[in-house]
């Protein structure tokens, strides 16, 4: 299997490649001022939203760097909802980053969680990462809950380590590793 042929399903949820007709969707979330609020950047114009999109369409994972990024598909009702991706840290290190963006209309109902968890399968289970980690803004409550509530544990706390519009704000890194995840997985 090769991540352009990725598709994985969940209770409710299918994560799969971004198709063409999915960017009215990215978009609608993407150019959301609420949704970039912890992303350090402005929300997309069409023109950018386009150009991320078509980066996006092409999940890879080959050299440090390179970023698979799946589309989440509700299945009840095929509604784009979000994205999950995978980063590749350190191939060396088999060290990977991850991250998603849940359009807000979708919020409150697990599905951050349910995506992220499939993903970090992935990643522990398929492609054999020994740590995966993620980077959030310490202000972002929502994410904090999805990170701890799949076991991922803080292991940084950076202080004004990154500037938005003039602001200084704060960064938290949580991780897990392989073993770690296969063991909560045993237990149940």
Do not use: C
Not at 63 to 84: C, K, N, S
Request: charge should be neutral; avoid cysteine; charged fraction near 30%.
């Amino acid at each position: 299997m090769t991540l352009s042929e990725l598709r994985i399903s969940t209770d409710r949820l299918v994560i799969r490649p971004f198709a063409p007709n999915d960017f009215p969707a990215f978009f609608a979330y993407h150019r959301l001022p609420e949704v970039y609020r912890y992303l350090y950047a402005e929300p997309l114009d069409e023109v950018a939203a386009r150009t991320k999109f078509v980066k996006a369409s092409k999940p890879r994972l080959d050299e440090d760097g390179d970023v698979a990024v799946f589309a989440v598909e509700r299945q009840e009702d095929g509604a784009l909802i979000g994205e999950v991706l995978l980063k590749l840290a350190s191939r060396t290190a088999e060290q990977a980053e991850t991250g998603y963006i849940f359009n807000p209309v979708f919020a409150g109902k697990g599905y951050a969680t349910e995506a992220m968890r499939a993903v970090l399968d992935l990643g522990f289970s398929t492609l054999r990462f020994h740590r995966i980690f993620a980077r959030l803004d310490a202000l972002n409550k929502g994410s904090v809950g999805v990170v701890e509530r799949l076991g991922m544990r803080r292991e940084a706390h950076l202080i004004e380590n990154d500037r938005f519009n003039g602001s200084w704000g704060d960064e938290f890194v949580y991780a897990l590793l392989r073993r770690e995840w296969q063991e909560r997985r045993q237990a149940g």
